[in-house]
Nanobody, 127 residues
Framework: QVQLVESGGGLVEAGGSLRLSCAAS????????MGWLRQAPGEERKFVAT????????YYGDAVRGRFTISKDNTRNTFYLQMNSLTPEDTAVYYC????????????????????WGQGTQVTVSS
């Protein structure tokens, strides 16, 4: 059974930074793509970033590319989202998610690809 627990959300001023963490509890021999997705009030959940299980492949949504960085600590099965140059448009509930993949180099870029979800953490950026 896969369990995901996010932490690190909060309130920050525009231009500031936050780092989100997601602790993943997964079966020993599983291979997964990990992702961050977000949902703003009144909007559908959207893809933010993804990283492969081996940590070598990443991909970002257009809205965050160049500002956000996804990374993975393989020793702890924890992955992170470093968010810089935040704007009020980044305000949302952020979810970490995972799905099994055939290869440890695969990433997933569609919200509908993900099977396991964390509980979400609120990020609010004030202007």
């Amino acid at each position: 059974q896969v369990q995901l627990v996010e932490s690190g959300g909060g309130l920050v001023e525009a231009g500031g930074s936050l780092r989100l963490s997601c602790a993943a509890s997964v079966p020993t021999f599983g291979v997964y793509a990990m992702g961050w997705l977000r949902q703003a009030p009144g909007e559908e959940r959207k893809f933010v970033a993804t990283i492969s299980w081996n940590g070598y492949s990443t991909y970002y949504g257009d809205a965050v590319r160049g500002r956000f960085t996804i990374s993975k600590d393989n020793t702890r099965n924890t992955f992170y989202l470093q968010m810089n140059s935040l704007t009020p448009e980044d305000t949302a509930v952020y979810y970490c998610a995972a799905v099994e993949t055939a290869l440890n180099s695969q990433v997933k870029v569609r919200t509908s690809d993900y099977k396991y979800w964390g509980q979400g953490t609120q990020v609010t950026v004030s202007s």
